[in-house]
Structures are given as C-alpha cells and as structure tokens.
C-alpha cells in the first residue's frame, strides 16, 4: 500500500489528542457533503421541471420532425420520404399543413395557425388527454359516406377570446387569402376565402404559444382553401418505445439529404429549453462558489493537524522521509476529506431525490391544485451525478495543493492558525441550529387527512357538519365564479382524481365532465350522486298551499310562467339548485351521511350523531322560515338568475327571472319584465354575486324596489338561506 496514503489515512480516521481537532474534521467533511447534496438536488430539480415541460409540449410536439430548408411545403411521395416512413423505429407518422388564418365568430376575431392534421394526428401525441370539452373530430361524412360538415379543435385560450365552445350550434368562419388568385386592389375582399368550421372540441396545452395562437382542422379542408394537392409543411414523426433519438435522427438525414431539417423535441422548442439549461448551470456554478468557501474548513482541518503530527513529521525525516513524501501525506488527508464529503453527500442527495419523487413532501404551494403539480418535479441523470461527483473531488484537491506546497513555512501555519479560530468559531454558532432541526420533523403532518372534493361550497356546509374533522373539504368551483359556465382544469380533475371521494349533485355539466374524466383515466375516487332521491322525494306538507294566492295572482308558486324554466340545458334537464330549499338540504344531508359511513364504517357513531344534529338544526330554520314566510302580504321578487325556484315552490312564493336561458335579457323582456314587476308589486331584486348588477340597478329603478345582494353558492349556507328571507320580510332595511 502506498505509504502516503496509509498515513493519511490513519491521520483522519484516528483519535486525535485534542477533541477539537475531530469536530473539526467532521465539520470539514459536513459542509463538502451539504453543498454536494445541494448541487445534486438543485441539478435533479431542473431536470424535473424539464422533464414536466416536456410533457406539457409533447401534448402538440412530435418525437421528430421534419421541414424543408427552402420553400414553405414539400412533396411527401418522394421515394425518400417513403423510405424514412418505412424505417423500423418509425412507429407512427402524419402530413401536417400550417398556415394562418383570421377566426371570426359574432364579431369577434382572432389571428389563428390552422395546422391541418388527419386522424392518424391523435395517435402520433398526446392530444386526446388535453382535450377538456367535445372530442377529436375533424370531419363529419353524410349517409353517402360524403363530407357533410367539418370541424376544428381549438386552444382553451382562442376559445375564450372568441367565447365559444364545443357543440356551440354556429359555425367560425375561418379567412385566408386565395393563394391563386391575381391580386385586386380595388377590392381586396375579392382575394379572400371563407370556410365555415365548426367547433369539435377544444383542448388546454398549458402552454400559451399552442393555447392561444393553434386551431386543429383537416389537412384536405386546408389544402382545397390554399389549392394544394399533396403538399405538407412538414412530416412528424413518432419513434418506437426505448428508440434512440439521436441515431433515427441520423439515419433521417442521410436519407432525406442536405434539403431537409430534421429537428428532436428539445429543437423544435429550442429556445424554452436553452432557458432551463443557462438557469440549471449557472446555479450550479453559484453552487461550486458556496463550495469553495465551504472548502476552507479542510484548510483549517489541515492546520490543526499539522500541529499536532509536527513531532510525527520530524521523526519521518530522522527515518529519511523527504519533503515530497511530507507533502503527499497531507495532500491524501485534505483530499480524502473532499472525496469522503463528495461521496455522503451524493448518496444522501440521490436519496433525498427518491423521497420526493415518491412523496413529494416539498411542495409548490400552500395550497393542494394552485399549480399543474403540487410537489417539485426531481429526475436523477447519472451524468449530473458524476459532474457533481468530478467537480467536488477536482476543487477539493485543488483547495489542499497551495497549503500543502508551503507546509514548511511557518507563515502558512500561522494564517491556518487563523482558519482554525474561524472554524472554531463556526463551531459554536452550528450548535445553536440544534434545536431546529427537531423543528422540522412536524413538516408531515399535514398528510393526516384526507380530502374530499365536493363540486360548491355549500355542500361542504353539510359535509363538514356531518364528518367533523375526519375529512377536509374542497370545493372545484372558486368563490365567485358561477357553476353554470365554470370550465375545471386539468390540475383541478387531478385533484378531484386523486381524492379519497367525490360529492357531485349530477345535475351540472362541469360534474358530467369530472366523472367522465374520472371513469376515463380509471381512478379509484367514489363517486356520490348526493341528489339521489330528491325528485322522487314526498313534497313539504305546506308545499303549494299559497298558489294562486298570493296577491291576487294565478300563477304558479315558485316562478313565473314566461321566467322560470331557464335550466332545461343542465344535466338531465333538472334545476341543479337543490341546496336552495330546505327539502334539498334534508337530501343532500342523508346522502352525504350514508356516502360517509361507506368511506369510512368505524366512524358511524360520530356520523350519525352530527347527522341526527344537522337534522334538527335543519327542522328548526324551516320552522323559522316558515314563521317569517307563511304570513307575507308580497309574495313576488325578481332574480337574474333562476336559483331560487325551489325556494320560492317550498314557500309558496312566485319568482320573476330576469335571465333568457342562460343568455342577459333583451331590451323587449327586459320591458316586459319591468312591468309584471310592477303589477306584482315587487319590493325586492335579488342579484348574486357573480352575474351583472346592472339588469337588476335598471328594474329596480323603474319599479322603486330595492336591490339585495345575496351568494346561494356561500359556505355560509344558513345565513345565506336566512338572509334570503330576511330580505323579503324586511322593509327599506340596508344590505
């Protein structure tokens, strides 16, 4: 064995004579395996947040593709083409022709890419999966297998610039020059084409460039718009699984020749990802600076041994040990503290990567859903791991070589000297950080509970009082938006799919889209109609007891004639606004209490006693409202929009809406409507909070009545329901 090496060896694994001597050894070896763990980490994270944009571009982004270096199109029935599609890695291929186009719809426009695709597109990315409303359809063909209509599939950003969405009854109207045409300056107009797309679906990329600015349509349709009759932009290909990339990719070019580019992934997104690249390498360069101040505790290290052994190294010299030989011992002890740090700190640093990755304990946000993943993404690359692992060991051992080389100087021993009073000093001040590492082991503790998605907050109003604190609830619709038009994410159904269960009311068309989504990607989260039973369910005793009473009236309680059935485009055809009356609250409350007891059996005690609660917490506010209710001399007011129907049918009260199915009023019912008011002597115009005021400022104008805010979708459900009749019972009172 080298003897050099076996000294040093010996030197740092040994007991030394004085105590501060191996803390100080230890702290050496901490702070190389802590900025190592650093720079394996911080590389793995980049690495993750790629490996996530590449997932989110590969929805659009091909394995391969290829364009031509001169002309905007080319010929793909060349024999070389044939011969690239022919190849054994080459698993699926398609044509694809872009150009742009204005989409105009009801006055609205927007500059679009058409990229024109056949049906083979969907197999070749990961399209299907990004699609959120409608599905993949291009053409629709008659009974003589003719085209009858045709279609396109937009980005969720153009969708909501136009307004439009899948299914809608009007077609775009797509605008593009005529390629052929003489151009006619007099009247340019003359020079344009127009084609009627209907809206097929409409997909979310999360990635602005595809969601705001692309419009999938049929290559065929494309090509008869610009007079081609074979002609594609490029060719994009998909690769067999575990294929290398970068050698299909030249066997590609050898085949193709000089006139074509052929661009991977990364290139076809190159600017995107040179990003992550420059960030990941200059933090890992900021990395190596922390490392190498974290190198001059080996200074001191070194310092203090060298003190100790100098009676050692004088009996080495009286037995013949040169200068060279001195040298070698302790440049193996400083070099051995970095290779020891290098190698802890690696290991411990894959580890950490691995916990992640499997648990994801180090999230994102606060907040479960706010991004489209909630812990940070890691991916270990065996090359990061061996840079990290070569440029700790080289700084290292470039660190020891100039206080190695000046051993013999007393100089060098005094400024070591120096270093050793700092590093003792770091001593000190390391230990007050004690205390805070039993601190962090409570970070877990948030997993405890498991989370139930509900589609709005006022289910969670009787989920939460019948669970207690066995569960947490969240709501899919945000405070403020409204259930009838609010479109859930894709980071949104993953967390609906990742819950121990679902409460829907199966009446809405965002919940028709949950499940579908649920039932599609096979997640195991139950599913709770929590309405079952409602329509089916025996009326209130007092239910209609005030039709065709109130004031005089003959209509029907609960919603005027010409207003009222508003809902006949939700899921079913049912009014979802079931919460909105005591009835559909006696509902809800059974239903989630036997979906819970489902869930989880050895809680049926705690259940059923907050159900047997919420019951007679419900019994007394019918009771209450009925007492405020029965004896009204006005039994009419206005609403926006229809929510409270079955409200108004339980209390025997008569609802005038404001909104034409779904859509604002015109000038005509708006007219209508003001005078019905009037005749009914309505006092009050409710208006929620996440539709226009402005309907309900000009009724109330005209009628002199007043306007009162209120939120069915509030947690608060019992206040709400309170203020509701509040409202009608009260004269003049401020809201």
């Not at 049906?119 to 599905?135: E, F, K, N």
């Not at 053409?139 to 969405?165: C, P, Q």
């Not at 009473?549 to 209509?555: C, M, V, Y």
């Not at 009222?564 to 409350?589: L, Y």
Request: aromatic fraction near 10%; hydrophobic fraction near 45%; charge should be negative.
């Amino acid at each position: 064995m080298n003897l050099a090496f076996y000294i040093a060896r010996r030197y740092l694994f040994a007991k030394k004579s004085h105590h501060a001597i191996n803390i100080v050894s230890t702290i050496s070896v901490c702070g190389v395996v802590v900025a190592t763990i650093a720079m394996v980490c911080t590389l793995s994270v980049y690495n993750g947040f790629k490996g996530l944009t590449t997932m989110l571009f590969s929805v659009f982004d091909p394995d391969l593709k290829i364009t031509s270096v001169e002309g905007k199109v080319f010929d793909p029935t060349t024999e070389a083409m044939q011969q690239v599609c022919e190849l054994s890695e080459v698993s699926r291929y398609c044509g694809v022709l872009q150009e742009n186009a204005i989409v105009v719809y009801n006055n609205r426009q927007e500059i679009s890419v058409l990229k024109g695709v056949d049906t083979t597109y969907r197999d070749l990315v990961l399209i299907d999966s990004a699609i959120i409303d409608g599905s993949f359809i291009l053409i629709e063909k008659d009974n003589n297998n003719e085209d009858f209509a045709y279609y396109g599939i937009l980005g969720r950003g153009m969708a909501h610039t136009l307004e439009v969405n899948a299914a809608f009854s009007y077609p775009l109207e797509v605008y593009m020059p005529d390629r052929t045409a003489p151009v006619n300056i007099a009247n340019p107009a003359r020079n344009v084409i127009m084609q009627d797309v209907f809206i097929g679906g409409v997909y979310l990329a999360n990635q602005p460039v595809y969601d705001e600015g692309f419009m999938l349509i049929s290559i065929d349709l494309l090509r008869s718009m610009l007079d081609y009759e074979k002609e594609i932009t490029a060719l994009e290909i998909k690769l067999t699984p575990n294929t290398k990339v970068t050698e299909v990719k030249k066997k590609i070019c050898q085949l193709i020749g000089e006139g074509f580019t052929v661009k991977d992934r990364y290139e076809q997104q190159e600017a995107s990802f040179k990003v992550f690249q420059i960030e990941k390498w200059v933090t890992f360069l900021m990395l190596c600076f922390i490392l190498v101040l974290a190198l001059f505790n080996v200074l001191g290290s070194l310092a203090i041994l060298m003190i100790e052994k100098e009676e050692d190294v004088n009996k080495l010299r009286s037995m013949g040990a040169d200068n060279r030989l001195i040298n070698r011992i302790f440049l193996f002890e400083g070099w051995m503290i970095s290779v020891l740090g290098a190698v802890i700190g690696v290991i411990i640093g894959i580890a950490f990567c691995v916990l992640q990755q499997q648990f994801g304990f180090i999230k994102l946000g606060e907040t479960t859903g706010a991004f489209i993943v909630d812990a940070y993404p890691v991916e270990v690359i065996l090359t990061d791991v061996s840079i990290v692992l070569v440029t700790v060991i080289t700084i290292g051992l470039v660190a020891v070589l100039y206080p190695v080389h000046y051993l013999g100087k007393k100089r060098l021993i005094h400024s070591l000297t120096c270093c050793l009073l700092l590093s003792v000093l770091m001593i000190s001040c390391g230990r007050q950080k004690k205390d805070t590492i039993d601190g962090q082991k409570n970070i877990q503790r948030a997993w405890d509970k498991k989370e139930i998605a509900v589609t709005i907050e006022p289910l969670s109003y009787f989920a939460e009082k019948i669970a207690g604190d066995d569960y947490t609830f969240f709501s899919v619709v945000p405070v403020g938006r409204s259930p009838e038009t609010y479109d859930p994410s894709i980071r949104e159904r993953l967390r609906v799919e990742k819950s121990a269960a679902y409460f829907h009311l199966n009446r809405l068309g965002l919940e028709q889209v949950l499940v579908k989504a649920v039932q599609a990607n096979k997640a195991r989260t139950p599913l709770f109609d929590i309405s079952e039973h409602f329509d089916e369910a025996p009326e209130a005793e007092h239910a209609g007891s005030h039709t065709g009473q109130a004031g005089g009236h003959t209509e029907n309680a609960g919603s005027h004639a010409a207003h009222a059935d508003n809902h006949a485009g939700h899921a079913g055809g049912h009014d979802p606004h079931i919460w909105t009356t005591i009835k559909g609250a006696k509902v809800i409350s059974e239903n989630i209490f036997q979906a819970l007891l489902s869930l989880n059996k050895t809680k049926a005690g705690l259940y059923l006693s907050n159900y047997r609660q919420l019951t007679d917490e419900l019994a007394q506010l019918e009771q209450e409202l009925h007492n405020q209710l029965d004896t009204l001399s006005c039994r009419s007011f206005v609403i926006f929009h229809p929510a409270l129907t079955y409200f108004a049918e339980e209390f025997g009260l008569i609802q005038y809406s404001m909104e034409e199915d779904g859509k604002d009023p015109s000038a005509a019912s708006l007219k209508k409507m003001i005078e019905e008011a009037r005749t009914a002597q309505v006092k009050v115009v409710f208006v929620q909070l996440e539709f226009n005021r402005s309907y309900a400022e000009q009724i109330a104008s005209e009628i002199g009545a007043r306007i009162v805010t209120i939120n069915p979708l509030d947690h608060q459900w019992d206040k709400q329901m309170r203020r509701i009749a509040k409202a009608l019972i009260s004269d003049g009172e401020n809201y």
